[in-house]
């Protein structure tokens, strides 16, 4: 082991610990007051529009009050998927990491996490992202850009925490308890890497 460690989140994601809670959209009922990651309001003034925003850390989907459970769960899930494809096309600068990254110590990490540098690199193809404690510096792969902002946060909090804690242990995890959406993040970097492994078929010739 070198006296100057780097630690960082690869492509190969770790299993869900047994007690981690899994994200499903489906669990979060309807109730302005809910304090999970996803909040649906429904709304009397609401015929047939469904429109969804980012609040904080929390994503806010507008229904109309008549519509059932099973239209509900359906639509949140649409409009997720929605508000990823739109985050997705807008690429982070590296000016504005290092104010994600003060923002996501601040908020999540009592500011503890102090990062000298955090910048974008384009020779991690087998990590997420890494961080040398030593110099306080954070480097996150190339590959993240255009992703959905969530995932882009969730890395860099993950890199914030190595400063703080080095390895994968349960001290290192309660670190990332308070991000809502840890589990969602992981997943769709853990689908990434499956989609990245299966087979090339041959495009199908037309007739």
């Known amino acids: ?28 009922r309807p109730r302005a007051s809910s304090t999970s990651a996803v909040e649906v309001r429904r709304s009397a003034r609401r015929s047939r529009t469904v429109s969804a925003y980012r609040e904080g850390d929390r994503t806010i989907v507008l229904i109309p009050a008549r519509m059932s459970e099973a239209e509900e769960q359906r639509w949140v899930g649409v409009m997720l998927d929605k508000l990823a494809a739109q985050e997705s096309k ?29 910048r974008w690199v384009t020779n991690q193809n087998t990590r997420w992202g890494s961080c040398t404690p030593a110099e306080g510096s954070i480097r996150l792969s190339h590959r993240l850009q255009g992703m959905p902002e969530y995932v882009v946060d969730y890395v860099l909090l993950h890199e914030l925490a190595h400063l703080l804690v080095p390895g994968h242990g349960p001290r290192f995890w309660r670190l990332l308890e308070a ?27 037309e007739r």
């Open 179 to 205: 991000y809502p959406r840890t589990e969602r993040a992981r997943g769709y970097l853990e689908g990434v890497v499956a989609a990245e492994r299966l087979p090339h078929l041959p495009a199908a010739r």
């Open 90 to 118: 807008r690429v982070i600068g590296g000016g504005e990491l290092a104010e994600r990254a003060e923002r996501l110590s601040g908020q999540y990490l009592d500011g503890r996490a102090r990062p000298a540098s955090v």
């Open 1 to 28: 082991m070198s006296a100057d460690p780097s630690f960082g989140l690869t492509g190969e994601t770790p299993a869900r610990s047994a007690g981690r809670p899994q994200y499903s959209a489906a669990a979060h």
